[in-house]
């Protein structure tokens, strides 16, 4: 089912905001937890220091409403700049690629692409924009589990 949630940027407590989150809302983390270690090696991406490795790539806690609150440390090895205004994005989850393109069009026109839409590592179909009014979204498409 497609849904919306908020996605949040951290210099490096992501852990530490997310289990502070855990314990105002309850509940359980949804999935796994992923660790930049878990991105495997690639000719196009420089070797990430050690001190970055325990970093959380991603993390989701569903929260009020069956909203999911969902996070990443953003790590300057990386080319990360985290600060306030950049550290949030609405996450889009459309059912279908198909939909997942139609609003990636719609919302980059006059804005900037910051990933195009592709198959990435951990199966989805994912992309990054900053749309014509400043405002950052991101697409994440299972497609194959709906």
């Not at 970093?55 to 009020?64: S, V």
Request: hydrophobic share 35%; charged share 25%.
């Amino acid at each position: 089912m497609a849904r919306v949630s908020t996605y949040l940027n951290f210099r490096r407590e992501t852990e530490e905001a997310f289990n502070f989150y855990k314990s105002v809302f309850g509940g359980e983390f949804q999935g796994e937890i992923s660790r930049f270690r878990d991105i495997p090696p690639s000719e196009d991406m420089p070797p990430l220091p050690e001190e970055d490795k325990d970093l959380i790539m991603n993390i989701a806690l569903p929260i009020l409403g069956g909203h999911l609150l969902m996070g990443t440390d953003a790590p300057e090895s990386m080319g990360f700049r985290v600060s306030s205004g950049n550290n949030v994005y609405i996450t889009l989850q459309p059912d279908t690629r198909e939909e997942t393109l139609r609003l990636f069009n719609a919302l980059s026109e006059g804005g900037t692409v910051e990933q195009e839409l592709q198959d990435m590592f951990w199966g989805d179909y994912y992309g990054s924009l900053r749309d014509k009014f400043g405002i950052q979204w991101m697409f994440n498409c299972d497609e194959k589990n709906k």
